[in-house]
Nanobody, 123 residues
Framework: QVHLIESGGGLVQPGDSLRLSCVAS????????MGWFRQAPGKEREFVAA????????YYGDDVKDRFTISRDNDKSTVYLQMNSLKVEDTAVYYC????????????????WGQGTQVTVSS
């Protein structure tokens, strides 16, 4: 079993930056591909970004491409999401997720999930 704990959410203004962190425990972190998803009230869970086990490849949702950056530190069992130029429409609960094999944007293919951290962008 893998436990994921997100942190770093909060209330920011449009145009601000925020960095989310997700610490994993319970299984060798470097065996997991990792992703970030988000869910706004009344909407389905949306793919944000993903990163391969080694960190060599990253993938992004169209809405966040060029503004968000996913990275990982396998020594610290941590995956990050750097969010720049935040917009009101980025407001959501952000979830960290891990999967044992492969990588992708489909939430159902991820095996492990954190509890989420709230990000609110408002003026």
């Amino acid at each position: 079993q893998v436990h994921l704990i997100e942190s770093g959410g909060g209330l920011v203004q449009p145009g601000d930056s925020l960095r989310l962190s997700c610490v994993a425990s319970g299984r060798a972190f470097y065996h997991l591909s990792m992703g970030w998803f988000r869910q706004a009230p009344g909407k389905e869970r949306e793919f944000v970004a993903a990163i391969t086990m080694s960190g060599a490849s990253t993938y992004y949702g169209d809405d966040v491409k060029d503004r968000f950056t996913i990275s990982r530190d396998n020594d610290k069992s941590t995956v990050y999401l750097q969010m720049n130029s935040l917009k009101v429409e980025d407001t959501a609960v952000y979830y960290c997720a891990g999967r044992n094999q492969g990588i992708g944007h489909v939430a159902d293919n991820y095996n492990y999930w954190g509890q989420g951290t709230q990000v609110t962008v408002s003026s």
